[in-house]
């Protein structure tokens, strides 16, 4: 039974991993077309780092992504813990609110933005109001409650004594917040900003509705660009992501893992002194 | 005291940029598209929409079938592999996530094509070309294909905390491996099947990128009609009253879920 299993979960990872695999050979090909294989060639790739427009399109998405998941990070972490020390009700409340976005379908999230920004510069006569600003307000908007979805967690679960022994050794408030909490929670504030900004980098669907002709993101692009006979320049910058992503994803596996045996080898080291 | 004024700009942020917005699509629902008065015109259209949301809904119903039936056993598998394997396959689950949907649906498109790969190696062997995209089959596919780790990532982050003790305490009391997944594994894991399902029933039901490239004009759904009025045949206020319709059927659905799962929806939370 268990042989089975693992069978199918390698066929599943095949079916996951085919379409991508693909894309990479495709930007290998001299030719256009996906499915026949012409020669081998490193040309797409010159043309990518000759393309001025797709590398400034990246760098805009890059912005948004740091300065979203940025003041996402902050203002999600200060809201997280003052939620923290709410009562019941008025916490479900804004939580329920936090969850708005997660629930809704991305699409709706993008039109009822589109139509507030619309109405916004319908009445302050503002015909271009679509752009960076808007860009950046979608974003940070969806990506506020990845982060407070990571960071109230690890305030559940740390222990309120350790607030409470810092503010009787005579801090404020304040020093007990960035000596003490933000260390115990610092895993949680990560996650959500890593969270936050690739969601940020990777969407479509909002940036579509909520963007203009001045400022464009990547995916935008590649979304006109699929409407065309598409570039192969495009699986080029696909495969560099594809090995970016991985690497990083890798590297964080492995400083995860350090970090776990670490931990595992100091409780070992207590569990000897005693 | 003080610390609850933290979450005072998070607060004025989300009214401004959540709630009202859904106001204002309110607002565009019940407004005539040339006058701006009041009117109920847009909503009493949907009754013409109707074929389009019964696809989206029945399409994307399947789509999270399958997705359940392919994700739960391999969400199982991976569940009980080393913590190491663990982590490593549940990294390789969520690599997918962060790229591009688009180019990754492009490539569906090269694959199930009449001149594409599946049909030219099928050619070789005298059948075909069949068709394989432009249909229903090639939509649910692309749905599947594109939030299957969806389903996994919070089936499997469910069943990873199923108390080992419990399992072993199944099969001290005379369980069978079967019984032991019958009794024990399955009935802990719903919570996780319940988000599962609207993590992959919600993006599918109003996608239209899948639709376009996979679909054809019989294929439409309500996030292609959606999208034509924004981007295409300009009519906001038809889009905001099909938004309002989209938005209430979700909230329908998810309710009706919840509240199979009796509100353990924090257990099914996908974090890194």
Known sequence: ?274 | MKSKLLSAPYIVWMILFTLVPLGVVFYYAFADVNTGQFTMANLANMGTYTPIFLRSIWLSLAASAICLVIGYPVAYYISQTKPTTQRFLSMLIMLPMCMSFLLRTLAWVALLEDTGIINRLLSNFGIGPLPLIRNNGAVILGMVYNYLPYMILPLYSVMVKIDRRLIEAAQDLGCNSRQVFGKVIFPLSVPGIISGISMVFVPAVSTFYISQKLGSTGTTLIGDVIESQFKGAYNPNLGAAMSLVLMVLIFICVGIMNHFGEDNSEEGMVTI
Do not use: W
């Open chain 1, 1 to 274: 039974m268990r042989k089975v299993n693992k069978i199918f979960t390698i066929l599943v990872f095949i079916f996951l991993y085919i379409p991508m695999i693909l894309l990479a050979i495709a930007s290998f090909n001299s030719g256009t077309d996906i499915a026949v294989f012409k020669e081998f060639t490193l040309r797409q790739y010159g043309n990518l780092f000759r393309d001025s427009t797709l590398l400034a399109l990246l760098r805009n998405s890059l912005i948004i992504a740091v300065l979203s998941s940025l003041i996402a990070t902050v203002m999600g972490t200060a809201a997280a813990v003052g939620i923290h020390s709410m009562g019941g009700r008025m916490r479900s409340v804004i939580m329920g609110v936090t969850n708005i976005p997660m629930t809704n379908p991305e699409i709706v999230t993008g039109v009822s933005m589109a139509l507030l920004f619309a109405f916004i510069g319908h009445l302050l006569k503002i015909n271009a109001i679509l752009g960076f600003g808007t860009l950046l307000i979608a974003h940070i908007t969806f990506n506020l409650p990845y982060v407070i979805l990571n960071v109230m967690p690890k305030l559940k679960q740390m222990d309120p004594d350790l607030k409470e022994a810092a503010l009787d050794l005579g801090c404020t408030p304040v020093q007990a917040f960035f000596k003490v909490v933000i260390h115990e929670v610092m895993p949680g504030i990560l996650s959500g900003a890593l969270m936050a900004f690739t969601m940020s980098l990777d969407d479509f669907i909002i940036s579509y509705f909520v963007t203009g002709s001045g400022f464009i993101t990547l995916p935008v692009e590649i979304y006109n660009y699929t409407k065309k006979p598409i570039q192969p320049k495009i699986y080029a910058l696909f495969t560099l992501m594809f090995a970016v992503i991985l690497t990083l994803m890798v590297l964080m596996n492995l400083l995860q893992l350090r970090d776990s045996k670490k931990k595992a080898t100091t409780q070992r080291k207590d569990f000897m002194k005693r």
